[in-house]
Structure formats: C-alpha cells, structure tokens
C-alpha cells in the first residue's frame, strides 16, 4: 500500500487529517476534536437562532480557522397545526393508567418543573428556516441535515462557500440527494443512536457507496473503534459519523451519571424502543422502555401522544438524577467506551487502531 | 395547485425533531397527493398535502400530512 489510507477524499474536501466526523451538541467536544485533527459537527436542533449565531462565533474563536460543522434537524413531514392541550385531552385513559403505573411502581419523581415540550407541526418548518437563515449568514463551512432533505437550500449553501451534507437511512434518499448535488452523504444504519432506519449499517454504507460516485460517503451507526473505521472505509465509505464515542469523552457536558452508564454498557444494554417519543430510537435501557415491552402494556402511542405521556418520567428521572431511571441515546458501538477519556485521545487511539488493521491485512510502508 | 401530481399515490420519508428533545426521528407514509403545496422561504421550500392515508405512524392522529417535496417518493415513478 502505497498511500496513507486514512487520507480520504473527505479529508481533501475538508482540509483536515482525519476522517473522523463527531456529531455533538456538546461545544467543547466539538472544538477538542476539531483541534485534533478531526471535524466536528454541532447539533444545535434545539437552539434559537440567536443561540446558534452565538455558538458559531464561540468555535470560531477557537479552532484558528479550522472547519466545522452545523447540524439541523429539517423537517421532512409535518401534520396539521395543533396545540398541545388538544393532543393531550386524546391519549387514551389506559395508557394515562399505564404511565402512572411505572411512576408508582419505580417511585419516579415529579418534574422539578412543567416539561417545556417544544411546539411542532408546521412551527417546525418555520424555526428550520429560522435556523438555517443564520448558517448560510454566517457561511457555516458544513451545513449538515439529520433528517430531511437539503436540497432546496443547495444553491443558497454553494452560493456563500458553504458544503451541504445530507444525512439518509435509506439508499433511495441518497440517489435522490446525490442527483440534487449534496457535497456528501452520512449514510447511517440501524446500529445508531437516537432514531435510525431499519437497514444495518453494514448495508447501507455499502449501498449508497456503490451509487455515490465522487461524492464522499460518510459512514454512521455504531462506530466506536479504529477498527469501526478502518471497515467502513473499506465499505467505500470517506469518514466515519461518530456520535456515542464522545458522550463519556472528558470535554462532553452530559451528567455524570449517564457517563458512568455509558462506560459499564454494552450493545445489549441498548434498546429499540418507541416507548419514549413514539419514534423507535435506540436508547440506553431504564424502566420505562422495559415496562412498554411487557405484553400486558399498551401499544406505544404515536407521536406526539407518547412523548407527553413520557415526558414526566424523563423529566423526572433527570431532575432528580436517578441513575436507576435515567437514558440517553446510545449507539451498539457503546461496549467500545469504557473509559472517560480526552477527545484527543480518542481521536488519536482511533486513527492508530485503524492504521494498525490496515496495516495487518496489507502492510504499510514504513 | 399541481395538477400533475393530483391524484398521484406516494410514499413520504418524513419525520422531524422529537418534541421535547434535540433528537431527529423519521416518519412513513404512504397516501395520495392531493396536488396542493406550499412553498416555505426563500430558496423555496416546498410542501406536498397527502390524504388517503394507508400508511402511517400506529395510532397518527391526522386525516392528512405535508410532506417535503424532496422527501416524497412517486410509487409509480419506483
């Protein structure tokens, strides 16, 4: 082997040394990875538009010039406008009994305070807007999409320098993505945190690499190793879209305690579940994603419904930081992070993992 | 309107953020386009209204839902 192989053509694109990606909604993580020779992606789905402005001037300031990206969640569904009061006067009484019934059974505490939920619907499309306008203000190097697709914003995006990125779980997304000219496709498999697509990660990247031509393929759901990366690119994929290898990292802002859960977990102590949001979404197991397996429980409830119903729970189990009740999204990659260490670790353990199986199977030259 | 897509059969990849969280979480659906649409924005962003819904999320509260031009799947066109 001639080349370096960890110099993909992600690396080129980006102008960093390697193709390591870390999606975070942790600052500190996002600029350690940064300076490491990684990129980082900041989720920021959640923040207003003034908070985004804010956050990408705070990395600007610390990573000298180094690129960076943002993520939003774009909608690509949105039901009919309706308020909170209406969609809660419809969740049946049974699981209304259900839900009360984990919370006495577990001694789960009240909220500390009424749970913000977020409003949605056709809110969702207006705040994406809202969001995205400061991006392409502020010329974000990597505007990056968790959800739906960036195509309408392309021209805006290439127009003031920046790169769109579309994140897919399934191929068809990414031919349809491809053909519109996004700068790179995450593909991420069902091993993933948080919500993913039923195709495995194994397959996916190997599916939408064979269509994507030059365009690198990024690839996601449950990489957590050198050896994690050192597969997926040989997959086809450019990098590797990494997001449960930084929630226990030393920089990540997450409790405590659910860094401690993380270091002692394995795949198995992951779960798909739609108990929580009504979304399936891997997650670290608690007692209220087991409960909603029982047969005797009620059929999870779509969302919104279920997110309120859970909502006290979650909240709850965070005020109080009830390590028995507690989760987070986990990917299976999780068994892989069994220490708190600093991002520039990780990032440097990864990348002499991979070189070290490269290295095993072809020989590296000296 | 859009006549031509009035009356089409389609499948929508949708989804969005989970309320009350920072996370992303898709959607399906399969309907028929009623060939009403939006457009959000500029660069327009645009919106398809499906109906007829014979997919969809267990328990989806909605008769009908919009779906992201782009995000939208003619089942005739596949």
């Known amino acids: 082997m001639s080349q370096d ?14 193709p390591i990606v870390s999606f975070t909604h942790c600052k500190d993580v996002a600029v350690a990875v940064i300076n490491s020779g990684g990129f980082a992606v900041l989720g920021e789905a959640m923040h207003t538009p003034d908070e985004i402005e804010a956050d990408i001037k705070w990395i600007r300031e610390r990573v000298d010039g180094k690129p960076f990206g943002i993520d939003l969640v774009l909608p690509a569904s949105a039901p009919a406008e309706t308020s909170l009061d209406e969609i809660s006067a419809k969740i049946p009484d049974s699981h209304r009994e259900f839900e009360q019934m984990i919370m006495k059974k ?7 305070e009424s749970v913000d939920l977020h409003q949605w619907g056709g809110l969702s ?15 974000v190097p990597v505007i990056a999409s968790g959800l739906g697709s960036p195509a309408f914003l392309l021209d805006a995006a290439h127009e003031r320098g920046s790169l769109v990125w579309g994140l897919v779980g399934r191929t068809r997304q990414a031919k349809r993505q491809l053909e519109a000219g996004v700068d790179a496709i995450i593909a991420q498999g069902f091993d993933a945190a948080g919500h993913t697509g039923d195709m495995g990660t194994l397959s996916i990247v190997a599916e939408v690499a064979s269509i994507a031509g030059d365009t690198p393929i990024i690839a996601a759901g449950g990489i957590t190793t050198g050896r994690h990366l050192a597969a997926a690119l040989c997959l086809g994929a450019s990098g590797v879209w990494t997001g449960t290898l930084w929630l226990a990292c030393r920089e990540s802002d997450i409790d405590m305690i659910i860094k401690e859960r993380l270091v002692a977990s394995t795949a198995a102590d992951t779960v798909w579940s739609d108990s ?37 729970y979650i909240q709850g189990a965070n005020d109080a930081r009830r390590g028995d009740l507690m989760t987070e999204a986990s990917g299976q990659g999780v068994g892989f992070v069994t220490e708190m260490l600093p991002a520039r670790q990780i990032v440097s353990d990864m990348v002499e993992e991979a070189l070290g199986v490269f290295d095993d199977l072809v020989g590296l030259p000296d | 309107m859009d006549p031509e897509r009035a009356g089409r059969r389609a499948e929508c990849d949708g989804g969005g953020l989970v309320m009350g969280s920072h996370y992303a979480a898709r959607q399906e659906f399969t309907g028929t386009l009623t060939g009403e649409y939006y457009d959000e924005g500029d660069p327009p962003w645009r919106w398809y209204k499906m ?5 969809k999320p267990n328990a989806y509260p909605f008769v009908s839902v919009w779906c992201e031009a782009d995000s939208l799947f003619l089942i005739d066109e596949d």
């Open chain 1, 5 to 18: 192989p960890l110099h993909t053509k992600l690396c080129d694109q980006l102008g960093v040394e390697f």
């Open chain 1, 106 to 112: 577990y001694d789960v505490p009240m909220p500390k």
């Open chain 1, 125 to 139: 499309q207006a705040l994406g807007r809202a969001q995205l306008e400061v991006l392409l203000e502020e010329r």
């Open chain 1, 276 to 312: 929580i949001s009504g979304f399936t979404m891997r997650v670290l197991k608690c007692p209220w994603t087991e409960e909603w397996k029982n047969p005797e429980a009620p059929r999870p409830l779509a969302s919104p419904y279920q997110m309120i119903l859970s909502s006290d």
């Open chain 2, 51 to 55: 109906i007829d819904l014979t997919r």
